[in-house]
């Protein structure tokens, strides 16, 4: 008889001991009985008979993890403070019935051309294991990621290209496809089962030679792996939101650092932190010899008529134009002016926007929807208004200014599938939209040429936000959005701001910017410093209150360890979960995983890197 210790996959429980018969390789995946269920386990190790009765494994699959995606997990479970089950259930496994691998054959490259920097910045990337490829909206990082993948191709090898979900649009996959052919393979949350199967398919008999896909990709069973790119590195969706709550770009470089392969980062808006820590090629200029020019209007999120000029005229010109607005649907928050009630989810403590279109209110941290109400649910006034510009109420508002402009809403609210996505870019690409008004969609994946109008709204709401990333999320989001414009023609971007002397000290230099902002940070706020935040939620908020008390004690009797604040989360109710979070602060993340084993708390997620703070 033979004894494993195994990972329950997706549990979080710690490894547990079962028998076998036979003797099983380490990375099989099995079936074990828990709790009168089956669940999915992986053998990690053998062990000798423990002095406890076991389990017998009630049987063993075609599926595997290799070394690599154990050790990755085992990092994943000791940094970001999960189980090693939890880690390993979002890797795709092996198939040990998988056909040979096909031969990767070589792609010429004879429909890209690099320019003398792009040949420069292609040695950069070459010579260095992890690299940041800094490099201006439009000068040309997708070029160089592909002509990188050709050589790992012609060296029999495979590349893996990440991106934020919102970034995998029609146009890059063309791009992509169009160079490379049907070697290259999507994977994404809006396929269904079956085209993912498709696509596990090809990953398993090694047809599949580039995948591109979000953070998620980067745990599919890609055999021969020679790269990894991971472009808008600074993006915030590389940061898992539940646990286990990882950021995939620091797992790609982890996994690069594994396999010995090269990991290529890519921005025109680098993270601080990556800017910092590794070694970068700044690529300056676009393709187009045009020019933005940025007009800053002193107003807080108002549709004013200096916009709507501006919007009219821009029309009339027979361009296209872009408006940001930070909010989804109509408006943000529903108020009583007689007595001053704030709509708020029932099992939140968040207001609920409107939505128009299915005249409802809904929360859009836990989904509760409710029919917007006719009075005022405490004192039954019919004095309700409505706070906060939405992208509904904008559209309605712009599409009244002449019945020939044709405006068109880009955000989840509207683009809930692939298919549709694809028919409101096309219907762009074709002329067939004059104003798109969408929210953080707008900043990604899109590369029209005759966008002559910008108007980013609400960006100071992103620059008081109480975060210490707030100036650099807010001027890279100005910066991304900005950069949709002007890429064939002169360009204006009008920004709605009080805070002009800020952004125009950075606009044209974001390298100054972080070089700036790594002053203010030192010593305070990462890179320079290492955080981790505790939270803690329960439905009953004495209980998730005296937990969070009970750590403070403890932590409190710790070295190197700064607790920078803890009490009620700034949104205390979520879920119907009242929230309590601690914030810690160290000079090594070392000694926070440290402090953070010590608690032992089942109400307790850890966050380290955390990049929200609600």
């Avoid at 005022?376 to 004095?383: D, F, I, R, T």
């Amino acid at each position: 008889m033979f004894f494993y210790q195994i990972a329950l996959l997706g549990s979080p429980l710690e490894l547990l001991t079962y028998h076998s018969q036979s003797v099983l390789i380490i990375g099989s995946e099995v079936e074990v009985a828990l709790s009168r269920r089956m669940i999915s386990g992986v053998v990690i190790e053998s062990v000798e008979k423990p002095g406890f009765a076991t389990h017998m494994i009630s049987a063993v699959s075609s599926f595997m993890y290799s070394d690599t995606q154990i050790q990755s997990a085992k990092f994943m479970a000791e940094y970001y403070g999960c189980s090693l089950g939890e880690a390993l259930n979002l890797y795709v496994p092996f198939s040990t019935e998988s056909e040979p691998l096909k031969v990767v054959s070589a792609y010429p490259s004879i429909n890209i051309t690099l320019s003398e920097t792009q040949h420069k910045a292609l040695d950069f990337i070459r010579s260095h294991p992890v690299s940041l490829l800094f490099g201006d909206t439009g000068a040309g990082k997708s070029e160089i990621y592909m002509r990188r993948m050709d050589e790992i191709l012609m060296e029999g090898k495979r590349a893996l290209l990440l991106l934020p979900e919102i970034s995998l649009t029609p146009q890059m996959e063309s791009r992509f496809k169009a160079h490379f052919g049907d070697a290259v393979v999507l994977w994404h949350s809006k396929m269904t089962p079956k085209q993912k199967k498709g696509t596990l398919e090809k990953i398993y008999n090694g047809s599949a030679h580039i995948v591109v896909g979000p953070r998620s990709a980067l745990f599919l069973p890609i055999r021969d792996l020679g790269l990894i790119v991971v472009d808008e590195e600074h993006d915030e969706s590389y940061k898992s939101s539940s646990r286990p709550r990882y950021n995939a770009r620091d797992m790609a470089v982890y996994t690069g650092r594994l396999l010995k392969i090269p990991v290529v980062l890519g921005s025109a808006t680098p993270s601080l932190g990556s800017y910092a820590k590794y070694p970068f090629f700044r690529l300056r200029g676009g393709y187009f010899e045009s020019k933005r020019t940025f007009v800053f209007e002193p107003s807080l999120e108002a549709l004013t008529p200096s916009i709507d000029r501006a919007v009219m005229e821009n029309y009339k010109k027979g361009h296209q134009g872009i408006v940001f607005i930070p909010t989804r649907a109509n408006f943000k928050y529903t108020v009583c002016d007689a007595c001053g009630y704030h709509i708020e989810c029932p099992f939140c403590s968040v207001g609920m926007s409107q939505h128009k279109n299915s005249r409802a209110l809904k929360c859009h941290y836990c989904n509760y929807t409710e029919i917007v109400p006719k009075v005022c649910p405490k004192c039954q006034s019919g004095a309700l208004r409505t706070s906060r510009l939405g992208t509904a109420e904008a559209v309605e508002h712009f599409s009244a200014l002449s019945e020939q402009l044709r405006v068109q809403q880009f955000d989840r609210d509207i683009i809930t599938t692939q298919n549709k996505l694809i028919k409101v870019l096309g219907a762009f690409n074709n002329r067939e939209i004059d104003l798109l008004v969408g929210t953080q969609m707008l900043s990604k994946g899109h590369d029209y040429h005759d966008i002559t109008l910008a108007i980013v709204m609400g960006i100071d709401n992103l620059l008081s936000q109480s975060d210490y990333r707030a100036r650099e999320k807010a001027l890279s989001l100005l910066v991304q959005i900005a950069g949709r414009s002007g890429r064939k023609q002169n360009a204006t971007v009008i920004v709605q701001s009080f805070n002009e002397s800020f952004f125009r000290a950075y606009l044209d230099d974001y390298e100054k910017f972080l070089m700036d902002e790594l002053k203010i940070r030192q010593g305070r706020y990462p890179p320079t410093k290492k955080l981790a935040r505790l939270l803690y939620a329960h439905k009953n908020g004495i209980k998730a209150k005296s937990a969070m008390e009970e750590a403070v004690g403890e932590i409190e009797r710790m070295g190197n360890i700064q607790i920078v604040g803890f009490g009620a989360s700034p949104i205390e109710k979520i879920a119907d979960k009242y929230r309590f979070q601690i914030l810690l602060r160290s000079d090594k993340s070392t000694d926070l995983i440290r402090a953070v084993k010590h608690i032992k708390s089942p109400l307790c997620e850890i966050d380290m890197d955390p990049i929200e703070f609600t």
